[in-house]
């Protein structure tokens, strides 16, 4: 019951805020300069197991899966970029739900051989898959950016392992 309740606790605050942590074993050696990241909470769950469905004719479909092994650690984070600021390659073990709050972030994704940019804007929200995915987010906005994010990550892993530059983009 508890732990089906801490995940409702969860999903409101996505549904609000919505993933990125700074903790000091996870904290690139040098922050990018122009980019600030700072926790805003942080729970350890213990396994988590939810399923929701709610499909139906009317074109409101929707279906949940979350499911762990083992505690997680849930980090809900703020970060802000200044303008031409990043967050350098990294990429983070668990998944994290983002949602942009000012500005606009460009992702660049470390296996798009075309590096395509993606663009969010206030109000968009995006999902990193977390695992081996490896990929920068960037202000190439001319005002300050920033977002709220919630990441779930297996229990007292780093939040954020920094990677080196894939070569498929040409900054």
Same mark, same amino acid.
Request: charged share 10%; proline share 8%; with cysteine.
């Given at each position: 019951?508890?732990?089906?309740?801490?995940?409702?606790?969860?999903?409101?605050?996505?549904?609000?805020?919505?993933?990125?942590?700074?903790?000091?074993?996870?904290?690139?050696?040098?922050?990018?300069?122009?980019?600030?990241?700072?926790?805003?909470?942080?729970? *350890?769950?213990?396994?988590?197991?939810?399923?929701?469905?709610?499909?139906?004719?009317?074109?409101?479909?929707?279906?949940?899966?979350?499911?762990?092994?083992?505690?997680?650690?849930?980090?809900?984070?703020?970060?802000?970029?200044?303008?031409?600021?990043?967050?350098?390659?990294?990429?983070?073990?668990?998944?994290?739900?983002?949602?942009?709050?000012?500005?606009?972030?460009?992702?660049?994704?470390?296996?798009?051989?075309?590096?395509?940019?993606?663009?969010?804007?206030?109000?968009?929200?995006?999902?990193?898959?977390?695992?081996?995915?490896?990929?920068?987010?960037?202000?190439?906005?001319?005002?300050?950016?920033?977002?709220?994010?919630?990441?779930?990550?297996?229990?007292?892993?780093?939040? *954020?392992?920094?990677?080196?530059?894939?070569?498929?983009?040409?900054?």
């Amino acid at each position: 019951m508890f732990r089906k309740l801490s995940w409702l606790m969860l999903g409101a605050i996505t549904l609000v805020v919505a993933g990125y942590v700074t903790k000091s074993l996870a904290t690139p050696a040098t922050p990018p300069p122009g980019f600030v990241s700072m926790t805003l909470a942080q729970g *350890r769950f213990g396994q988590i197991d939810v399923f929701n469905r709610l499909i139906n004719p009317d074109s409101t479909v929707w279906l949940s899966l979350q499911k762990t092994q083992g505690d997680s650690d849930v980090y809900v984070q703020s970060n802000t970029w200044q303008p031409g600021a990043d967050t350098g390659w990294h990429r983070h073990p668990g998944h994290s739900l983002i949602t942009v709050i000012a500005g606009s972030v460009t992702v660049y994704e470390g296996n798009d051989p075309t590096c395509t940019p993606h663009v969010y804007t206030a109000g968009m929200g995006f999902v990193d898959h977390g695992g081996d995915h490896v990929h920068i987010v960037r202000n190439e906005g001319t005002v300050p950016a920033s977002v709220i994010a919630v990441q779930v990550i297996p229990a007292g892993q780093p939040r *954020r392992i920094d990677a080196p530059n894939p070569g498929n983009c040409l900054f």
